[in-house]
């Protein structure tokens, strides 16, 4: 399996986690929310996990740079982590209003944030990384 594959669904996959976050707070319905959002955060830190563990440093490895791409989205992983906290914090003050906020700057980091990682840095990852590549899969999937 190539890198991008693996990792674009792991995107997808979160992306259909944080829909359900927000289909439950439209409805005001915060008990539901939070369980989505658990599910939510989790698996968007399993994936940075799986990113900062074993794909960055695989690709930094070869690549002999620390300071490109992957440094960038290292910076980004923060912000969202950022983001979390503060969407965890008004869905268990039940504040709609400051979720919603939240969310939408969170939906506007994210976008921006996997389109870079699904154009350029994991095609730049399937070709550096091509014949490692099936490892590296595994190895994530274990995160």
Known sequence: MKISNYMREDHRHCDDSFAKVEQAANK??????????????????????REEEVLFPAFEEVT????????V???EHDQVRGLLEQLKEAIDKKEKERFFSAADTLMILLQQHNMKEEQMLYAMCDRVLEA???NLVEEMKKH
């Open 28 to 49: 005001s319905d915060f008990e539901e929310a939070f369980k989505h959002f658990e599910e939510f955060m989790v698996d968007t830190l399993k994936h940075f996990s």
């Open 64 to 71: 002999g740079s620390k300071e490109g791409p992957t440094n």
């Open 73 to 75: 989205m290292r910076y």
């Open 132 to 134: 490692k590549a099936e």
